[in-house]
């Protein structure tokens, strides 16, 4: 459950640092906004891969389900 909640709460959180970029949301390269220099996108491609490290979160909801209903495998 650990692995779902972080994964997807990162991958929320990428997505908003992309929206908050406004124009230079899909930029590469190092961003300078102000005085705060950022990678914008690249945070959003780790989230993804680690997604599906382990099992994708879909995997993972399917066997915690039949773990909680007690499923027959």
């Known amino acids: ?5 972080s994964t997807e709460t990162w991958e929320r959180l990428a997505l908003l640092l992309v929206e908050i970029a406004d ?4 930029l590469r390269d190092h961003t300078r906004n102000g005085e705060i220099d950022m990678q914008v996108v690249a945070p959003l491609f780790n989230c993804l891969g680690a997604k599906i490290f382990a099992g994708s979160n879909e995997i993972q909801r399917g066997i915690l389900a039949k773990q909680v209903l007690e499923l027959p495998v």
Do not use: F, R
């Not at 124009?23 to 899909?26: D, N, Q």
């Open 1 to 5: 459950m650990l692995k779902i909640w």
């Open 23 to 26: 124009e230079y949301g899909g």
